[in-house]
């Protein structure tokens, strides 16, 4: 592999491992609980991370490589979707997601409930989906081109 594929290969591991341990820590730390569309893009990054692990181990690495990036991109474009959701731009799902847990009637009553289309917190106007979508697609962008360099080098 070359130094722009280790590269890319970094970055495939790295951001969705780095994205979920801060979607867990809100949740856990902080209580910003997910909603469904969250649950989506989380979703997208275990795939990430599982390809982009496969590519520690099974050949062809650059594929492996190339396939998490697209998991990236998609779990950034549905964090476009969702901050467009928030902002009011498209209407997105019309059903909340729970918290529930527990076993008892009472629990389930009162788990709060989590709306999709109202951020839970903003950092200069941006939701944690809308930091999804930069984040997300910038890498998978990186990682692209990454792997597109060395398909530069090897025609030069």
């Known amino acids: 592999m070359t130094a722009s594929d280790k590269l890319a290969q970094r970055l495939a ?52 490589i190339g396939l998490a990036g697209l998991a990236i991109l998609v779990a950034g474009l549905l964090g476009a979707y969702h901050a467009g959701v928030e902002y009011k731009w498209w209407e997105g799902v019309t059903t909340c997601s729970s918290t529930a847990g527990g076993n008892s009637l009472d629990d389930i009553l009162n788990a709060p409930l989590i709306r999709c289309d109202e951020p839970q917190w903003t950092l200069l106007g941006i939701s944690l989906a809308g930091f999804n979508f930069l984040f997300s697609t910038a890498a998978a962008v990186i990682i692209f081109v990454l792997l597109g360099s060395r398909a530069q080098e090897t025609r030069a």
């Open 13 to 64: 591991i790295g951001v969705p491992a780095l994205l979920l341990g801060g979607a867990y820590l809100s949740q856990y730390g902080f209580g910003l609980f997910p909603c469904e569309m969250c649950w989506w893009q989380r979703y997208a990054h275990f795939a990430a991370l599982a390809l982009a692990l496969a590519s520690t181990i099974a050949a062809p690495k650059r594929l492996w």
